[in-house]
């Protein structure tokens, strides 16, 4: 009997342990890959307006690995006023300037100088791939940005053409073409 009651003490220890230690791991947090820090670049994807203007289309492109969320954002902002590698249509002018990307919370506050109104085509369609270019790329690659606030020249941006910007906006993934 007493033997019996020895094995029952010893399984549940090693059974306790082992739940335990499988609690504690689910509590650690993933870190990035250890090739993504050490190369010092970091994969994000840009979404620029297909070929037809009638959607959004990803690209993939590296960046600098950076330590300040806001940093790593204001260099995605950056990479889409550069514009597409492959066949894709740029969605911001090429003499936009970027003033400052801050997080507050989920939201993220891009302050772009005046020359990305003036720099847009003409038309509606326009104005919407390039606010939403903006907003699919932080919040596909920031997760923690739910929402984009535009300013203009640090000041709220109350529309852009028919589209108002008054509060900010969601991601709207719906705007994506398939490849």
Do not use: H, W
Not at 41 to 50: D, E, H, K, P, R
Not at 91 to 113: H, M, N, Q, Y
Request: aromatic residues 6%.
């Amino acid at each position: 009997m007493a033997l019996l009651f020895v094995a029952f003490v010893i399984s549940a220890t090693v059974i306790g342990t082992l739940i335990m230690r499988k609690y504690q791991m689910s509590r650690l947090k993933p870190t990035p890959p250890p090739q993504a820090q050490e190369a010092g670049m970091l994969l994000v994807t840009l979404f620029f307006a297909s070929p037809d203007g009638a959607g959004l289309v990803r690209e993939a492109r590296e960046i600098d690995a950076c330590s300040d969320p806001a940093e790593c954002a204001e260099q995605v902002v950056d990479e889409l006023i550069n514009g597409p590698v492959g066949e894709m249509s740029p969605t911001l002018p090429a003499s936009a300037t970027i003033r400052s990307v801050r997080l507050d919370g989920e939201t993220a506050l891009v302050d772009l100088g005046k020359e990305f109104a003036e720099g847009l085509p003409g038309g509606s369609n326009a104005e919407m791939m390039a606010v939403y270019s903006v907003i699919d790329s932080l919040s596909f690659n920031f997760p923690r940005i739910k929402k984009v606030k535009f300013l203009l020249e640090g000041a709220n941006a109350a529309s852009l053409g028919q589209l108002d910007l008054r509060e900010p906006l969601a991601a709207d993934f719906s705007l994506e073409k398939k490849q």
